[in-house]
């Protein structure tokens, strides 16, 4: 089993900036995919962003230009740089990896985020 923990939410302004933690048990490497999803109360989970194993990265539209994915393998750790928040963004945001060649997937617990206007 591996555990994902988030850090690095909190309350923060609009135009504000926070920058998301998440820090894998294992080794990151492992995983095919390493994506932040976002969930906002009465909308449904959504994908953030994502970054492959191999580099290349995507955006929602909502926070492109604003946000970006990063990973640090000797830590274990993928971050989410955020900029220029808006209340919008508000949302509890759960770090998610998968490995295509296990076939298995975690979740973490979530991180709140709250932007006020």
């Known amino acids: 089993q591996v555990q994902l923990v988030e850090s690095g939410g909190g309350l923060v302004q609009a135009g504000g900036s926070l920058r998301l933690s998440c820090a894998a048990s294992t080794s990151i490497i492992n995983f095919t995919f390493m994506d932040w999803y976002r969930q906002a109360p009465g909308k449904q989970r959504e994908l953030v962003a994502s970054?492959?194993?191999?580099?290349?990265?995507t955006y929602a539209d909502s926070v492109k230009g604003r946000v970006t994915i990063s990973r640090d393998n000797a830590k274990n750790v993928v971050y989410l740089q955020m900029n220029s928040l808006k209340p919008e963004d508000t949302a509890v945001y759960y770090c998610?990896?998968?490995?295509?060649?296990?076939?298995?997937?975690?979740w973490g617990q979530g991180t709140q985020v709250t932007v006020s206007s």
């Open positions: 998610y990896v998968r490995s295509v060649v296990s076939n298995r997937e975690f």
């Open positions: 970054m492959t194993h191999y580099g290349p990265t």
